[in-house]
């Protein structure tokens, strides 16, 4: 007697545009990301705050880097970075705690995450530029 086993055909690639993540893995994954842009932005940011605060012509130097556009869009990115970063990180200590861990809690939570991360951004970003 002859056994025929069927092997499951699974992909030999992941289709990362096919893959359809809810909300709470989207925010989990953006967390991710901006806490390592964050840290690969560091020595930047730093040599900024040094430029900022070393003398009058370092100053001068700081105004004039700053002043491009390119570099505006950066720091707005990396403000909403930090933003993202900060609240999504008191949700995740939430969750850690059991609280919203229901599949709708952690929805709506991760849906305030973003909304409040992207008001203060704009907000922030308004005054600042």
Known sequence: MTEVILKKQRPKHLALN?????????????????????FLMLPVLLSLFGNSVGSP???AAYKAVIGNIFVKLLLLGLLWAYLHH????IRFLLL???VGIEK???????????IVSLILTVTIGAKLW
């Open 18 to 38: 096919q893959i359809r993540l809810p909300l709470p893995g989207i925010v989990s994954i953006l967390h991710r990301v901006s806490g390592a842009g964050l």
């Open 86 to 89: 900060f609240c999504a990180g």
């Open 96 to 98: 850690d705690m059991h």
């Open 57 to 59: 012509e370092s100053y």
């Open 104 to 114: 709708e809690a952690a929805r709506s939570s991760s849906r305030i995450v973003l």
